[in-house]
């Protein structure tokens, strides 16, 4: 069964300050890993890609892979109002197809 | 840069109807997909391409048919619609069927009642 399980939120935290997103999945076969935006209303969009352990930083977004505990996170430092949004992890699947499996997302809300 | 271009953006159906969305991506993408979003459910896979002269079902093909029409454009279409297909359907393209690494359309709202 591919799963991919993210806490629906709303997380809320304050301007400035660091926020934390997670999200797991089922099969630690798994080698690619990407974190969508979607505001409101919106399409989703890819905001960072990651294929190793360790962190990959981007700006002001830093990702997070732990394969042996099939954990990724993004973490935004610095969380403005505008990163106001759901997001959405999505991670390919070994063994077919490899087309991403997305995670119902986590609204994020930035308040000033 | 037009980048994934979906057609109409919203849509108002009677249980019964048929109609067809259009997708179409400038971007030489070899893979193309549709999915529906629900509230609560996320990103669901409908029907996915992985080239041209391919397709393959998704995660809830039911109800749907698809049309990959040439490597620019793929089609979806609801022969029957029902009301349990009220959703958002999005159109993506990705450069290669094994990446994630995915281009959304603006989506199309659709309505059955």
């Known amino acids: 069964q591919k799963e991919v399980e993210q806490n629906s939120g709303p997380l809320s935290v304050p301007e400035g300050a660091i926020a934390s997103l997670n999200c797991t999945y089922s099969d630690r076969g798994s080698q690619s890993f990407f974190w969508y935006r979607q505001y409101s209303g919106k399409s989703p969009e890819l905001i960072m890609s990651?294929?190793?352990?360790g962190d990959k930083e981007d700006g002001r977004f830093t990702a997070q892979l732990n394969k042996a505990s099939q954990y990724v996170s993004l973490l935004i430092r610095d969380s403005q109002p505008s990163d106001s949004a759901t997001y959405l992890c999505?991670?390919?699947?070994?063994?077919?197809?490899?087309?991403?499996?997305f995670g119902r997302g986590t609204s994020l809300i930035v308040h000033p | 840069n037009a980048g994934v271009t979906q057609t109409p953006k919203f849509q108002v159906l009677k249980t019964g109807q048929s109609m067809t969305l259009q997708c179409a991506q400038d971007m030489n993408h070899n893979s193309m997909y549709w999915y529906r979003q629900d509230p609560g459910m996320g990103l669901r896979l409908i029907y996915y391409?992985?080239?041209?002269?391919?397709?393959d079902k998704g995660e809830v093909p039911n109800g749907y048919n698809v049309s990959r029409l040439n490597k620019r454009e793929f089609s979806l279409r609801l022969e029957s619609a029902a009301p349990s297909q009220t959703s958002v359907y999005f159109c993506?393209?990705?450069?290669?069927?094994?990446?994630?690494?995915?281009?959304f359309g603006e989506g199309s709202r659709l309505t059955v009642l």
């Open positions: 391409s992985a080239s041209e002269g391919t397709t």
């Open positions: 990651i294929y190793s352990n």
């Open positions: 999505a991670v390919n699947f070994p063994g077919g197809s490899y087309i991403p499996t």
């Open positions: 993506a393209s990705s450069e290669a069927g094994d990446t994630g690494e995915l281009f």
